[in-house]
């Protein structure tokens, strides 16, 4: 079933990522870490839709995402970081691999990190606080950062941002890459869950990566990759 949805508000978070606030239809339900196929509204683009992940939670009015643009394709997003309020766009039923199955280390790249918003900020509503859960957060550059001051403002939550583009980042912030050498000292053999979400390469990397370190499958919540 397809649902039409009006743009109330869109503001920036970086400077190639907005957050947008549409309603949210009579009786619409989603889980948090879900995604929705989104299209725009208007002639052209109805058939281009693209997954994309809610940031807001199921009890409140609006239905909220994070997206990041990407002028130089030429596409979707670019469209979207052009949206103004009042414009429509069309989505349909909610899907998706990743659910809150417990406190654990949560890895994400770029706009990878989109799913995560949902499930800590369920968590942080149910539990009081984050324990035992961490956030490694890659981006390419410190600007590229999502939502930084949200993440460092949940209470519990352990963050560690890196950056693969940027020799010298600012404080709060290390250089290099999530791999096997990166994970050795962060994988708790004992307890909790491994949550990898991120562009494709990167999640069959981290994925290995931490296999490879003693990970059981079973410990490991990816996006379904088909």
């Known amino acids: 079933m397809s649902h039409r949805l009006t743009l109330n508000r869109i503001e920036p978070v970086t400077h190639d990522t907005h957050h947008l606030v549409f309603d949210r239809p009579e009786g619409f339900e989603f889980t948090p870490g879900q995604a929705v196929d989104l299209a725009l509204d208007r002639e052209g683009w109805r058939e281009e839709a693209r997954p994309f992940t809610f940031v807001s939670l199921p009890g409140e009015a609006g239905l909220e995402f994070v997206i990041k643009s990407y002028p130089e394709h030429d596409g979707v997003t670019e469209q979207i970081g052009r949206m103004t309020p009042g414009d429509a766009v069309l989505i349909d039923e909610p899907w998706g691999a990743i659910r809150d199955e417990g406190a654990g280390t949560f890895i994400a790249g770029g706009a990878g990190v989109t799913p995560f918003v949902a499930v800590l900020r369920q968590r942080l509503q149910k539990e009081g606080a984050l324990e035992g859960c961490r956030l490694i957060f890659s981006n390419a550059t410190e600007q590229d950062i999502i939502l930084r001051d949200t993440f460092e403002g949940m209470t519990g939550l352990q963050t560690e941002f890196i950056v693969t583009d940027q020799p010298d980042p600012g404080p709060g912030v290390m250089a290099g890459r999530i791999d096997r050498a990166f994970l050795k000292d962060r994988v708790d053999q004992e307890a909790g869950k491994f949550y990898v979400c991120g562009p494709e390469p990167?999640?069959?990397?981290?994925?290995?990566?931490?296999?490879?370190?003693?990970?059981?499958?079973?410990?490991?919540?990816?996006?379904?990759?088909?």
């Open 202 to 226: 990167m999640i069959e990397d981290v994925t290995e990566a931490l296999k490879d370190l003693g990970v059981e499958d079973d410990r490991i919540v990816v996006e379904d990759l088909d």
